[in-house]
């Protein structure tokens, strides 16, 4: 079973950035697409962003267009999710997940991920 381990969560203000790492065991890091997904108090777990397994395509929450980027480097079996214009709505327990199955389709939907961080704090203040 993979583990997964987040870091880089924090308080900042709003306008600020952040930069989550996801560093995951084992050596089949490279076949899986990834993803990043949140939940804030009292609030549904949603998807965030995405990224193939092997890096090519990237995709996101429409609310966080523009202003996050997620990004994998396989040969430091690590996904990255870069965070700017944070905004107080951003405020969430992050985790970063892994998919189902080898080379995967795209998805933002969490029964296509079994394998979970413990997630990462971030707090915008406005």
């Known amino acids: 079973q993979v583990q997964l381990v987040e870091s880089g969560g924090g308080l900042v203000q709003a306008g600020g950035s952040l930069r989550l790492s996801c560093l995951a065991s084992?050596?089949?890091?490279?076949?899986?697409?990834m993803g990043w997904f949140r939940q804030a108090p009292g609030k549904e777990r949603e998807f965030v962003a995405g990224?193939?397994?092997?890096?090519?395509?990237?995709y996101y929450l429409d609310s966080v267009k523009g202003r996050f980027t997620i990004s994998r480097d396989n040969a430091k079996n690590t996904v990255y999710l870069q965070m700017n214009s944070l905004k107080p709505e951003d405020t969430a327990v992050y985790y970063c997940a892994r998919q189902r199955t080898f080379y995967g389709l795209e998805s933002d939907r969490g029964e296509d991920y079994n394998s979970w961080g413990q997630g990462t704090q971030v707090i915008v203040s406005s």
């Open positions: 084992g050596r089949t890091f490279s076949t899986f697409g």
């Open positions: 990224v193939s397994w092997r890096g090519a395509t990237t």
